[in-house]
DNA sequence: CCTTTATCGAGACTCATTGTCTCGACAAGA
DNA sequence: TCTTGTCGAGACAATGAGTCTCGATAAAGG
């Protein structure tokens, strides 16, 4: 028994033994994304991360118990939640610049293939799903923010909600199908298809 | 050796042996949907149908080599391809209908679950992707065509393709992540908002 | 009626993979 | 130096996919 007889039980002991490394746990990490992007790899599998890892089985287990929980850890590490929130000054030009952001970050090589494999690993673990839904729901907020600083131009009853699900429902459609690119001029014309719903239908007087 | 010495080499044989059991074939596919829909099993695989249809797995593996290929004649079975086109005069009138009878297909409690599971499949199987990727094309191409016979009223540079993304954008998007509703007000709605897009955002003078 | 051919269900079998357990080595504090 | 906890590596059982074999059965022709 140790000395110091009387302890918190709550807090049972400070830290004690060798500490985490932390190269380890970044390379399990960047390991989990690679293989995310490759896609050529089949599902993705605390094995088979520890492997891409260069890391022993156990030392993965150790710290997560499902794939998602690393991918959870990797995404919300790589902050790329950041999302733009443009003010040209007109509902026009904020959209088209919001979406061109948008779009171009869906579509780049480095990127794409992570979002399709966030969507495969969606549809396999709960808890990707409720990553991927986490994700969405805080880009949707964004738009909708972006939209409503433009409320007063507004037709008096439209629905944000289906102007922003018109558009991010165009971004993950294209490149989940990959039948149309998701470039600058899709983003300017998307953006004046909006604004048309938005106001109307009617040509605005100034 | 059979007493008929002479036979075509190209043609061996009509048939001949026990004939492959219908009910056999139609319960295997019954069961494919079926598990795609209740979703909450894992992955599709053939000794998981073959169980679901009381059925050995020797009989399965005979006729199919994966699961993309059960669904495949599943679905086709289904003759769920049918995609209606409205002729109500206008183009309002005509979208609007087409799109609450899309929207209704898919979040149809029925068919909805069928969906999702297709796209779960594709995201792991390259046949059920390709199977998923044709079943889209039919259904954009019937709304393009819907499309382009009111193409007169559209202003000049309209991208029928990408008002067409949009629509089945939003339905499949609002159908994966289930954050809000696919009801008749949102197809009515995304209807006069498509309409807005396509005539220019500038009111008909009619 | 009998033979031939091919399907059917059932189960044994191999193989790959997941997740657990154990081990010796090592690092960081007490 | 001792204790504690992490590390990589590998053994291990459990699970499941895909292959193979078996006896039973059904459809045709002789």
Redesign the interface.
């Known amino acids: 028994m140790p000395s110091t007889g009387a302890r918190s039980e709550t807090e049972p002991r400070a830290h004690t033994g060798r500490r985490r490394n932390e190269a380890t746990r970044h390379a399990v990490l960047t390991a989990a994304v690679r293989l995310l992007r490759d896609a050529d790899h ?2 993705l599998t605390l094995p088979v991360i520890a492997a891409a890892a260069g890391v022993g089985k156990q030392t993965v287990y150790r710290w997560w118990s499902t794939p998602g929980e690393v991918l959870l850890e990797a995404l919300a590490e790589q902050a790329s939640a950041q999302v733009p929130t443009p003010d040209t000054g007109s509902l026009d030009g904020d959209l088209r610049v919001f979406l061109q952001s948008s779009l171009r970050g869906a579509a780049d090589p480095a990127t794409a293939p992570v979002l ?1 494999g966030l ?2 690993e969606a ?2 673990d709960e808890q990707a799903a409720g990553l ?2 986490t994700f ?2 805080t880009r ?1 907020a964004a738009l909708r923010r972006l939209l409503l600083r433009h409320a007063d131009r507004f037709a008096p009853d439209v ?1 944000v ?3 922003v ?2 558009a ?7 490149l ?2 990959g ?2 690119p998701l470039d600058d001029d ?1 983003a300017r ?2 953006a ?6 938005a ?5 605005p007087p100034g």
Chains 1, 2 share one sequence.
Not at 192 to 197: R, T
Not at 199 to 203: L, T
């Open positions: 089949g599902p399709r969507v495969r549809a396999r991927m839904r969405t729901a949707r629905d909600d289906l102007l699900d018109q991010y429902g165009l971004l993950w459609y294209r989940l199908i039948h149309a899709t014309r998307l004046e298809g909006l604004v048309a719903a106001v109307g239908g009617v040509a």
